[in-house]
Nanobody, 115 residues
Framework: QVQLVESGGGLVQAGGSLRLSCAAS????????MGWYRQAPGKQRELVAR???????NYADSVKGRFTISRDNAKNTVSLQMNSLKPEDTAVYYC?????????WGQGTQVTVSS
């Protein structure tokens, strides 16, 4: 069994920064991809950023140049540095880990950006 626990959410003013972290515990060997998704009220959950075990990354167009994802394979953690935050970044952010054939999700952490 895998547990993912996010931390680092909160309230920040537009233009500010937050760093989200996600720690995996349990059976954590061999995650293929880890990433962050978000879901705003009334909207579908969407990919924010993801990173493979080799360090390859991809980002949603809306966050490119502002967010940076990183991963520590030894510690089974994934982080998301969010800079230049905008009100439209307000959402619940979820950590996800993928290991064939399963997806594992964290419980989510709220990020609120005030204008």
């Amino acid at each position: 069994q895998v547990q993912l626990v996010e931390s680092g959410g909160g309230l920040v003013q537009a233009g500010g920064s937050l760093r989200l972290s996600c720690a995996a515990s349990g059976s954590t060997t061999g995650f293929n991809t880890m990433g962050w998704y978000r879901q705003a009220p009334g909207k579908q959950r969407e990919l924010v950023a993801r990173i493979t075990s080799y360090g390859n990354t991809n980002y949603a167009d809306s966050v490119k140049g502002r967010f940076t994802i990183s991963r520590d394979n030894a510690k089974n953690t994934v982080s998301l540095q969010m800079n230049s935050l905008k009100p439209e970044d307000t959402a619940v952010y979820y950590c996800k880990a993928f290991r064939i054939p399963n997806n594992y999700w964290g419980q989510g952490t709220q990020v609120t950006v005030s204008s």
